[in-house]
């Protein structure tokens, strides 16, 4: 069973760069057509994806963030990552990691199963 | 963006109720349509997708509907581990858009 579990600063200072990392267990982030994702939720306020790394390394972020966020993977812990630079008050938000799947033949697109717990990342100084 | 809209926001009921809830796609999405539950301090968690089919080892109180672009889930009789809080996901073209939840509380 596929677990996931974040980590990384729980208080970054504004204009610096947010980064948190993804552990992966019972699983490869190097195989089985699977996208490595990042989603975020600012406190009271709906969640938004930020972007994947494909298995295959390529990978595809939310156009409202693009200019600011890397996703990377490092295989040889079965991690990805995620950087933010230049952080404001508006980054203040629950990080979640997510394997992104197709389900079934017919979808072209990812949903989001299993998710990790999250952790909160304050920008502030 | 693909907007998607939920309703109710939030939802007071009673354990046995039957409960729905509504979400909107901003623009055709086909079934390209997922249901996730949110409990406090956990991880969500993939209920339903393609609109209608229940994930494994799901309970078979949880139902999805819908296509095109408006969709509900339903719970056929809430048990006390259903309150929480439900949220929409559309799949059908990157950026991945989400409703803004529905939180279950009890009466």
């Known amino acids: 069973q596929v677990q996931l579990q974040e980590s990384g600063p729980g208080l970054v200072t504004p204009s610096e760069t947010l980064s948190l990392t993804c552990t992966v267990s019972?699983?490869?982030?190097?195989?089985?057509?699977?996208?490595w994702s990042w989603i975020r939720q600012p406190p009271g306020k709906g969640l938004e994806w930020i972007g994947y790394?494909?298995?295959?390394?390529?990978?595809d972020y939310n156009p409202s963030l693009k200019s600011r966020v890397t996703i990377s993977a490092d295989t040889s812990k079965n991690q990805f990552s995620l950087k933010v630079t230049s952080v404001t008050a508006a980054d203040t938000a629950l990080y979640y990691c997510a394997r992104g799947r197709i389900p079934r033949s017919g979808w072209y697109q990812p949903l989001f199963d299993p998710w990790g717990q999250g952790t909160l990342v304050t920008v502030s100084s | 963006d693909i907007q998607m809209t939920q309703s109710p926001s939030s939802l007071s009921a009673s354990v046995g109720d039957r409960v729905t809830i509504t979400c909107r796609a901003s623009?055709?999405?086909?079934?390209?349509l997922s249901w996730y539950q949110q409990r406090p301090g956990r991880a969500p968690k993939l209920l339903i997708y393609a609109a209608s089919t229940l994930q494994s080892g799901v309970p078979s109180r949880f139902s999805g509907s819908g296509s095109g672009t408006d969709f509900t889930l339903t719970i056929s009789s809430l048990q006390p581990e259903d309150f929480a809080t439900y949220f929409c996901?559309?799949?059908?073209?990157?950026?991945?858009?989400f409703g803004q939840g529905t939180k279950l509380e009890i009466k």
């Open positions: 019972g699983g490869s982030v190097s195989s089985g057509a699977f996208y």
């Open positions: 623009q055709f999405i086909n079934f390209y």
């Open positions: 790394i494909y298995y295959t390394g390529s990978t």
């Open positions: 996901q559309q799949s059908s073209s990157p950026p991945y858009t």
